[in-house]
């Protein structure tokens, strides 16, 4: 999704259209409000706009704030079908961003956890609210969670030996574009170089770039740890 989200940026870029940027890195965010800033930008903004806002947003107190934030996510969960699991989809994500929301006004600047801790925390709820998002009934979605958490691997189509290495893979491959992530964006301001790449691949950007971009850009990736 994100992959050819970033082709039809570049070649609407090639073409003359400027389309925004749909996804940063969500699953290395730290909560779920992180997490729906960076997913599927374009939605998330709409569902912002469109129904949050517009349903008082968080201008009538704690409350109406919270209920809020349920209507949409439950109307964002029935945008992508009509379903009772797109429902329970939308509904996880309410309450959570309901429940953040509440435990940040609650405990401040005590309300905070390791980075590391946070990500895989917030990974963890995402993957399994992907469990009826990509369910076609509750019954599937009921026997899935069932064999996550029995460990039950009947009708498993990976080897168990290499589900950690992967696992490992896909950390390191998230921890490497986050970095080059920030790396572009201190260097750039984010959008227009981020743009630029996505359209014509690093090398020919860096071609066509201006000293002073190429430089920047150089010098921004060999300050990487």
């Known amino acids: 999704f994100s992959g050819y989200s970033d082709m039809a940026v570049g070649s609407a870029k090639m073409i003359g259209y400027d389309l925004p940027r749909n996804f ?3 699953y290395a965010s730290g909560d779920v409000a992180e997490f729906w800033r960076r997913w599927h930008i374009t939605l998330s903004t709409w569902l912002r706009d469109y129904l949050y806002i517009p349903l008082g947003g968080n201008r009538h107190g704690a409350a109406r704030t919270y209920a809020n934030l349920a209507i949409t996510m439950l109307l964002g969960g029935l945008w992508h079908g009509a379903s009772w699991n797109f429902v329970a989809w ?5 309450a959570a961003l309901a429940l953040h929301r509440a435990l940040r006004g609650a405990l401040g600047e005590r309300f905070r956890t390791p980075r590391p801790l946070a990500i895989g925390v ?16 509750f019954a599937t979605t009921r026997e899935i ?3 996550l ?3 039950d691997a009947s009708g498993a189509h990976f080897v168990p030996v ?5 696992l490992a893979l896909v950390a390191l491959g998230h921890a490497i574009g986050t970095a080059i ?5 201190r260097v750039t301001g984010g959008a227009p170089l981020y743009d630029f790449v996505a359209a014509d691949g690093v090398g020919h950007a860096l071609w066509r770039a201006s000293n002073a971009e190429r430089d920047a850009l150089v010098a921004g990736f060999a300050a990487l740890p």
């Open 122 to 137: 917030t990974l963890l709820f995402v993957m399994l609210c992907w469990v009826p998002f990509r369910s076609p009934d």
């Open 149 to 151: 958490f029995t460990l």
């Open 145 to 147: 969670l069932r064999r």
């Open 24 to 26: 940063r890195m969500p």
């Open 181 to 185: 992530d920030a790396a572009v964006e």
């Open 90 to 94: 939308g509904g996880l994500h309410g």
């Open 162 to 166: 290499l589900l950690f290495p992967c």
